[in-house]
């Protein structure tokens, strides 16, 4: 009976695991065309304006779930975008509108709705 617990509690920790959120890409990018990212960005001009994040996350299992981009200058919460995620292999986007005066280092964090760090992009604002 021990042995059977063991392999139920086994099987139930890898099955949850394996249908956790992963994000596969993400990327800093100008642009987006035919939804993907037309370049990838580590230092970006301050007088350009506006970036984006694009990301790309695997794993879904429920109807629908969401993952949050959140924007960071220098240490500080700039923006906190939720994005659906509606199947499980999807992309989505956000974007920020980066003010010349916000030269500096940045960073977006992907995190699901737990608060779970998915992935880090850093980039810097010249």
Not at 8 to 25: D, I, K, Q, R, Y
Not at 97 to 106: C, F, S, T, V
């Amino acid at each position: 009976m021990k042995r059977f617990l063991l392999i139920m509690m086994l099987l139930l920790v890898g099955a949850s695991s394996a249908f956790a959120l992963t994000v596969t890409e993400a990327v800093i990018t100008t642009q987006i065309s035919n939804r993907e990212p037309v370049d990838n960005v580590e230092v970006y001009p301050a007088q350009m304006g506006k970036l984006y994040c694009f990301t790309r996350v695997e794993g879904a299992t429920a109807e629908e779930t969401a993952v949050e981009h959140v924007w960071s200058y220098e240490g500080r919460e700039m923006a906190r975008v939720t994005l659906p995620v509606r199947s499980a292999r999807w992309r989505t986007y956000s974007s920020k509108k980066i003010l010349p005066e916000w030269k500096g280092n940045w960073q977006v964090k992907v995190v699901d709705l737990a608060g779970n760090e998915l992935a880090r992009v850093p980039f810097k604002v010249e």
